[in-house]
């Protein structure tokens, strides 16, 4: 009995191993690159990913070992990981703050500089201005295929049943907050918001409403000078007492006060330019059917302009700009066989015709951007791209160079700040203190 | 013809509450198989009411299927589950054993260790785990036998402590009478192991199966550590890939539910019916 | 007891190798690592230590005046309570009453098993559209009963509750399943035997079945204070980060948020080793317990 058990086991595990070298050998000839890619699951660019994937793989020959899943924080655990073990792929595409400082501090990847160097080419289409730059050493590593914007989402029907106008690029705190009065005597929730769970729009907004300059935003600011932060938190805070919020936005989770947004009884969504996808998804009653999409409730949906609180933002001054991209690793730079084939990947997947896919309704990095193709697109989607146009700056969020254990004061704390458990001042101040910390 | 037998009060209310109670672990099951067939807007609009009409649609069902092979996923999961619970009770069995019939002076601290083993949250020992298993070269590979053994043998290990404990307690109350007769009769330890220990303690050993099957099958941390590849995948994987991002497709989410509960009921079905004492030895006892 | 026919060293480091040579690899020696990274300075799962800690205890005198660890702590004896009462309780009622009955037994048996079978994410759902504020099931009831007003159910007075319900509920199948197994391997012939002597169904409950259930029990109510202090899933889908404002953790969700949400990993660390010296202590103490209490 026994002795069976072990001879199987071998006959499997040889059987096992063949196949394994059996499949090296067909791919000997091609290159066999390892790629990570957050395109995966319901993310919007997945389809557009696999079919760049199989087009590269049919033009060039080479095959493509994709281990892509959905970014969450599992798996940026085993992305960040797998560079302690060299166990990384040869083309990564992920964020560009403080997330990558981990294998850019080690050198485990390639900036953009040295690719140049040797393939002039590379990301030639690419507006440099629009690539982003490690926290590190200020260095590119990564080439952007689409942008983000955070700006607010509007439900028409509420706002009309309260007879508040569609705020517009002048919007000012006082008429939003004057609005949010007139919206909750009326019965709704002027702002879905899970400020226990998801407090990230509303925070990064308040501090930037406060900034004296704009340009200073994505830097995390010396802590004798952090007016802007404590006077936002404090902004949260005013919000919270008006009753902006909706009642259980200390217990709610995000998906709940989202779906309060989308059942028309809240006004106001502050979220990103992906969120266009979730409330177009909202008004779809089969997930993967477009046709199936009501177009009369979506086009109650809206976006629009941030109120502003002073001089420094207009309102038409939104947190956004590229925090993804494709980065080559040091070890397919140093791999002659792999060098070409990483280098043409990334070219292929940051074709002009690729980026104008991958950037659907978002920005596009790209020097010259060609009109998108408006015909596929539903309207929340015209609408974002009109919506973008007339937007006059984009500032990249401070939060993804501030992670961490120094949010949590203000990020996990931000009930015990709006309920005056803490003061905003001594919040802010702790994160600043286990910043300072963990910056040594 | 007969006469009905007179129920007694007892009965009845026996079976009352037997019964109140699963109404409430039916309901959820049916709940979710009910919504997998509704679409995503209406669950929560409409979460408690039949699909029937308009409301019923069989599109998350589509999606899952259409969305890459999930037979291949079925098999790889059995293949690391089914090894998982075949190699904890074997060895879980023996150590247990070794445990509670032999005196010796570690025994204390080797059992506070197993307990402790059980207390070992995965969050804290992945890390170390995936630095040894990357050492001892059978990470990233291109072979599915490895891929997969690569999260058998972590959560071999962690259920074993599990596993221990229970299997202590069921032979514990295993009267030592039968274990004495064997030994008059000239059988070793390993035959009285294998020949009077594990057949008396059958059902105990089906239960601690079906909990490390299950607990494999679940595991969703290790499968995201080391199963990095689609063809590698097995059900909770799949499951965790089509329902991420956005945690508000709820009618995709009910459906690949089902597709990932119904068969471990099927298992745990069918190991009712031929391991455990069924209902024959229930009613010889009523 | 029986010591008399095992006494054969060689034999019982056979039985004992296999299992414990897996322990010993993947882990005690990878919690090893982890009192180790409880002394140093870490932050995102994955990286490099940065150092070791000023001083190297410091995450073990911070958790001392940690509020929220406090609250984990308190949040998770209770815990323990209702698992011991709540859930193995009930499950010894329900497993002692399937035991006595003929009909529909193997019908019980089967679906009592199903809330261990969903996956917490699931259930998780499944119990918040129950309990939703804007209107889940309750407050829909609550409403056509008369209540005017919403009932948040998760607010910070009664979340605690609204948590540990769903908890108690998951829990029984897993016990019930365990003593049924328990009461299946005790002889027929002896309930035989006791009805022949004309002992009552309540008697032959309480002097062989609870007996020779002792072990059994004893093993369940290890699993049930361990399990308390390490229960995560659940809560975590139901109330992630503790919600409302930390009022719901638990040593197991307190340890998680530590190590991947707040990236904070030799803290999380920290936590664990409480957690298992804890785990350890009250496995000991519910083992005295019932070494004491005999029949």
Redesign the interface.
């Known amino acids: 009995m026994r002795k069976k058990m072990v001879s199987v086991l071998l006959c ?2 040889m ?3 063949m ?2 070298a059996g ?2 050998m067909v791919h000997a000839e091609s290159v066999e690159l390892n790629v ?1 890619t957050t395109f ?4 919007s660019n997945s389809k557009n990913y696999q079919e760049g994937l199989a087009g590269w793989q049919e033009a060039t020959g080479n095959t493509v ?3 892509s ?2 970014s ?1 924080e ?2 940026k655990t ?1 992305v960040v ?1 797998d560079f ?2 060299d ?1 990384e792929p040869d083309v990564l595409f992920f964020f560009t703050g403080a997330d990558a400082n981990s294998f850019v501090e080690a050198g485990k990847v390639v900036s953009i500089e040295d690719i140049r160097a040797e393939y002039p080419d590379y990301a030639a289409n690419i507006d440099d201005a629009k690539i982003p730059t490690s926290m590190v050493d200020g260095k590119a590593y990564a080439v952007p295929t689409n942008g983000y914007w955070e700006a607010m989402f509007v439900n028409k029907t509420v706002l009309e049943d309260c007879g508040v106008a569609m705020p517009d690029e002048n919007y000012t705190w006082d008429q939003f907050m004057a609005d949010c009065a007139v919206i909750k005597e009326k019965g709704y929730a002027p702002v879905a918001a899970a400020l226990g769970n998801i407090p990230h729009y509303w925070w990064e907004y308040s501090i930037f409403n406060n900034q004296t300059d704009l340009a200073a935003h994505p830097t995390v600011p010396e802590a004798d000078a952090a007016d802007a932060w404590v006077n936002g938190m404090e902004d949260v805070k005013a919000m919270y007492e008006a009753g902006c919020f909706p009642e259980n936005t200390l217990s709610a989770t995000d ?1 709940e006060t ?2 309060l947004f989308t ?1 028309d009884k809240a006004a106001f969504l502050l979220d990103g330019s992906w969120k266009v ?2 409330i177009v ?9 477009p046709s ?1 999409l009501d177009t009369e409730a979506l086009d109650r949906f809206d976006v629009t302009f941030v109120p502003s609180k002073n001089d420094v933002r207009k309102a038409s001054d939104l947190i956004g700009g590229f925090s993804m991209g494709y980065y080559i690793t040091a070890k397919a730079w140093e791999d002659p066989e792999k060098k070409d084939a990483a280098v043409d990947f990334v070219n292929y997947m940051t074709s002009d015709d690729m980026i104008l896919k991958f950037a659907q309704h978002s920005a596009s990095p790209l020097k010259e951007a060609p009109e998108a193709d408006t015909s596929v697109m539903n309207s929340l989607q015209i609408k974002a791209i009109d919506f973008g146009a007339k937007v006059t700056s984009y500032t990249p969020a401070v939060q993804d160079n501030f992670q961490g254990e120094c949010r949590v004061p203000t990020f996990d704390g931000m009930p015990n700040i709006v309920t005056g458990e803490v003061s905003a001042a001594d919040a802010v101040a702790e994160g600043f203190a286990i910043y300072a910390e963990s910056a040594e | 013809m007969k006469k009905k037998k007179k129920i007694p009060p ?2 009845v209310l ?2 009352g ?2 019964t109140m ?2 109404v ?3 309901y ?2 049916v ?2 198989v009910l919504n997998s067939f509704k ?4 669950i ?2 409409d ?2 009411s039949l699909p029937l009409g308009d409301l019923f ?1 069989t ?2 069902y ?2 899952a299927f ?1 969305r890459l092979g999930i037979f291949t996923a079925y098999r790889n999961s059995l293949i690391i589950s089914c090894s998982v619970a075949a190699a904890v009770i ?3 069995g ?2 247990s ?3 509670v ?4 002076k570690l025994r204390g601290t ?1 059992m ?10 995965v ?10 298993q ?1 050492r001892m070269g059978i ?8 891929n997969l053994l690569c999260v058998i ?2 959560q ?3 259920n ?3 596993a ?3 299997l ?3 032979i ?3 009267p ?1 009478e039968l ?2 007769a064997a ?1 008059m009769e000239g059988s ?3 035959q009285t ?1 294998f020949k009077v220990v594990v057949p ?2 059958k ?2 050993f ?2 601690v199966a ?2 490390s099957f ?1 607990w494999s099958y ?1 595991d969703l ?1 290790t499968q ?2 080391f199963l ?3 063809k590698y995948w097995a059900i ?1 994987r799949l499951m ?15 459906s690949t ?1 089902s597709l ?2 119904i068969p ?2 099927l298992v ?2 069918f190991l ?2 031929y391991i ?4 024959t ?6 | ?3 008399n ?5 060689k ?2 480091v ?3 190798l ?3 040579l ?2 010993i ?7 090893f ?2 009192i180790i ?1 409880s002394f140093e300075k870490i932050g995102r ?2 990286t490099a230590p940065k150092g070791w800690n000023d001083p190297w205890y410091l995450n073990y005198v911070n958790m001392v005046t940690d509020k929220n660890m406090h609250t984990a702590m308190i949040n998770t004896l209770i815990m323990m309570a209702v698992t011991i009462v709540g859930q193995v309780g ?1 499950a010894i ?2 497993a002692i ?23 917490a ?3 998780g ?2 119990f918040n ?1 129950i309990f939703l504020y804007n209107k889940g ?1 309750i407050n829909q009831l609550m409403e056509r009963l008369g209540a005017t007003e919403l009932m948040d159910w998760k607010a910070k007075g009664i979340a605690l509750v609204t948590m540990m319900i769903p908890v108690m ?1 998951q829990y ?3 016990y019930f ?2 003593l049924v ?2 009461l ?3 002889s ?1 012939d002896l ?2 035997v006791a009805s022949i002597d004309g002992a009552t ?1 309540w008697q032959r409950v309480r002097y062989i079945t609870i007996p ?5 029990m ?2 369940c109510a ?2 049930a204070v ?1 399990g308390a ?2 229960v ?1 899933d659940l809560p975590w889908v139901m109330f992630p980060k503790g919600m409302p404002q930390g009022s719901t953790f638990l040593t ?1 969700t307190y ?2 948020y530590h ?2 949400e707040a990236m904070n990993v030799d803290y ?2 920290a936590i ?1 080793v409480v ?2 010296v804890l ?2 202590v009250t ?2 103490v519910v083992n005295a317990i019932f070494k004491e209490a005999d029949y």
Request: glycine residues 8%.
């Open positions: 499997t595990a059987t096992a191993s196949l394994g499949a090296l990570v995966a699951g319901e993310d070992n994709d281990n899943a959905t969450d599992t798996f085993t990981s302690e073990m166990a998906d989202f779906q059942q996808g979730g998804g909202a008004c779809q009653s089969d997930p993967e059917d199936t | 007892g009965t026996i079976y509450v037997l109670w699963a409430t672990t039916i959820p099951i709940w979710v679409a995503k807007d209406k929560i609009v979460s408690f649609t599109a998350n589509k999606m259409d074997l060895m879980a023996m150590a054993f070794g445990l019939r032999y005196q010796f080797l506070s260790l197993v307990v402790a083993g059980m207390m070992f949250p969050f804290s020992t992945i890390i170390p785990v995936y630095q040894m990357s990470t990233a590979s291109n072979s599915l036998f490895l043998l972590p071999i290990a962690g074993l402590s599990f221990i404990v229970v202590t307690g069921y514990k109350s295993l030592i274990e004495e030994y070793n330890a390993f192991f008396l303690t059902p105990s089906a239960t079906i909990f299950l679940n941390f995201m550590f990095r590849n689609k909770t965790q890939m089509l329902t991420s991002k956005e945690g508000t497709n709820y009618g995709l989410m009910a539910v990932v509960v471990v009921i745990y079905i009712q019916k455990i004492k069924g209902m030895a229930g009613a010889v006892k009523g | 007891m029986g010591a026919i095992y006494k054969n060293k034999q019982l056979f039985f004992l296999p299992a414990f897996f322990m690899v993947y882990l005690y020696y990878p919690f690592m982890n990274n799962l994955g009930i009622v329900l009453l399937v035991d006595n009955i003929g009909r529909g037994a193997r019908f019980f048996r089967t679906v009592y098993f199903f809330p261990i079978v969903i996956s994410t699931a259930l759902l499944l559209l099931m509920w029984v199948g897993f399943v365990i197994t328990g299946n391997n005790i027929e309930y035989e169904r020779l259930l002792r072990n059994v004893c093993t290890v699993l361990t202090l390490k995560f197991g340890m998680y190590t991947i999380g660390s664990a957690i298992v785990g350890i496995s000991k």
